[in-house]
T-cell receptor
Framework: SQTIHQWPATLVQPVGSPLSLECTVE??????LYWYRQAAGRGLQLLFY??????ISSEVPQNLSASRPQDRQFILSSKKLLLSDSGFYLC?????????????FGQGTRLTVV | AQTVTQSQPEMSVQEAETVTLSCTYD???????LFWYKQPPSRQMILVIR??????QNATENRFSVNFQKAAKSFSLKISDSQLGDAAMYFC??????????FGTGTSLTVIP
């Protein structure tokens, strides 16, 4: 069966420090991968998605970047965190269009920038 | 980007009663998926129900059913026989042909004992 791992679960970082959140998927190949941010009491904002290695699409221009160094690994990064980067970050994966349609989510990372 | 609108920030329902959550979306695509996800206080996203746009029949999963009106771009969720465990944030989501998933702002459901 497929599983998705996201870490760390909680992170407190000072303003101006770098960020690296990691997400890996097991039990499937060539998944579509996603990073979302959820502000407190708000909906999910799509930040980045990838349909294959080296293919990263950004939905919202901002202080963050994403990379996909391996087929089932998706990394969210920042060189210098801002206070506004605080939030709950979710990684997700989906199969191709002909497969099961839904997205499967990791447990999330609660990021607090101080 | 497609937009998904949930116009009810909060809803409440008596235990064992029925409640309907609303969702509308904007798209020019003819083929897509729609979903309802549940997010309990743990913040884990849980799939409730899915609907494929080319299927005219409304999806059902036990106590959960949808009213899919493709022409009106409407996708509501009905929860029957509401239970205390149904209390959560509910998100409507749209999957495009380009494989992006877009979410609404959510409806917080309270179940009153």
């Amino acid at each position: 069966s497929q599983t998705i791992h996201q870490w760390p679960a909680t992170l407190v970082q000072p303003v101006g420090s770098p960020l690296s959140l990691e997400c890996t998927v097991e039990g499937t190949s060539n998944p579509n991968l996603y990073w979302y941010r959820q502000a407190a009491g708000r909906g999910l904002q799509l930040l980045f998605y990838s349909v294959g290695i080296g293919q990263i699409s950004s939905e919202v221009p901002q202080n963050l970047s994403a990379s996909r160094p391996q087929d089932r690994q998706f990394i969210l990064s920042s060189k210098k965190l801002l206070l506004s980067d605080s939030g709950f970050y979710l990684c997700a994966w989906s199969a191709g269009w002909a497969g099961v349609g839904e997205a499967f989510f990791g447990q999330g990372t609660r990021l607090t920038v101080v | 980007a497609q937009t998904v609108t949930q116009s009810q920030p909060e809803m409440s329902v008596q235990e064992a009663e029925t409640v309907t959550l609303s969702c509308t979306y904007d798209t020019s695509e003819s083929d897509y998926y729609l979903f309802w996800y549940k997010q309990p206080p743990s913040r884990q996203m849980i799939l409730v129900i899915r609907q494929e746009a080319y299927k005219q029949q409304n999806a059902t999963e036990n106590r959960f059913s949808v009213n899919f009106q493709k022409a009106a771009k409407s996708f509501s969720l009905k929860i029957s026989d509401s239970q205390l465990g149904d209390a959560a944030m509910y998100f409507c989501a749209y999957r495009s042909k380009g494989n992006q998933f877009y979410f609404g702002t959510g409806t917080s459901l309270t179940v009153i004992p």
